[in-house]
T-cell receptor, first 113, second 118 residues
Framework: DTEVTQTPKHLVMGMTNKKSLKCEQH?????MYWYKQKAKKPPELMFVYSYEKLSINESVPSRFSPECPNSSLLNLHLHALQPEDSALYLC????????????FGPGTRLLVL | AQTVTQSQPEMSVQEAETVTLSCTYDTSESDYYLFWYKQPPSRQMILVIRQEAYKQQNATENRFSVNFQKAAKSFSLKISDSQLGDAAMYFCAYRSANYGGSQGNLIFGKGTKLSVKP
């Protein structure tokens, strides 16, 4: 089973709202990722967690705050977003950060008004 | 820095026929992985095939196969007996096999949109 789940599927929020995206995997993977994907573009890496520790932050604005409560769960907390943050947010996981294949979730489509 | 280039923004194939998607990459490393991911309109990125650079044999997964030319830094995807469900955006991706820094991250090409005609 290579399933990564993400909730919600769609999210509309105002610029003053606080919301969270959730990602979950039960494959025993120890690395989890957040990507941002704009229309007709490849995914862009935002954060990497390896063994529940933040390993990579690709200079993402502080209005995006990741959290890894345990090895199966990854959250992305959103606050004071801008309309240009509207995108598809993809979560992925892999057995190991470097050596193993990343498996993606279905994504959350975010619209910031 | 490594780069991945997909020179075909769009491709079209007739159902049941064969199509090849191109991908070239640039790296100074000798050990790495290459991937093809498929992203249909449903949005989920699905792994199609993976190739380890140290393996000379080309990877195959059912109707999908690659032509991996390490010296030429080329990694093309062949889809045989194309089906309507193969219509999607296809991304080629590179990842270093070395630990440390950001070398575990996927580097994507810009994608090729494949249409399948009935």
């Amino acid at each position: 089973d290579t399933e990564v789940t993400q909730t919600p599927k769609h999210l509309v929020m105002g610029m003053t709202n606080k919301k969270s995206l959730k990602c979950e995997q039960h494959m025993g993977h120890r690395a989890m990722y957040w990507y941002k994907q704009k229309a007709k573009k490849p995914p862009e890496l935002m954060f990497v967690y390896s063994y529940e520790k933040l390993s990579i932050n690709e200079s993402v604005p502080s209005r995006f705050s990741p959290e890894c409560p345990n090895s199966s769960l990854l959250n992305l907390h959103l606050h004071a977003l801008q309309p240009e943050d509207s995108a598809l947010y993809l979560c992925a996981s892999s057995q190991d950060w470097v050596l193993e294949t990343q498996y993606f979730g279905p994504g959350t489509r975010l619209l910031v008004l | 820095a490594q780069t991945v280039t997909q020179s075909q923004p769009e491709m079209s194939v007739q159902e049941a026929e064969t199509v090849t998607l191109s991908c070239t990459y640039d790296t100074s490393e000798s050990d790495y992985y290459l991937f093809w991911y498929k992203q249909p309109p449903s949005r989920q990125m699905i792994l199609v095939i993976r190739q380890e650079a140290y393996k000379q044999q080309n990877a195959t997964e059912n109707r999908f196969s690659v032509n991996f030319q390490k010296a030429a830094k080329s990694f093309s995807l062949k889809i045989s007996d194309s089906q309507l469900g193969d219509a999607a955006m296809y991304f080629c991706a590179y990842r270093s096999a070395n630990y440390g820094g950001s070398q575990g991250n996927l580097i994507f090409g810009k994608g090729t949109k494949l249409s399948v005609k009935p």
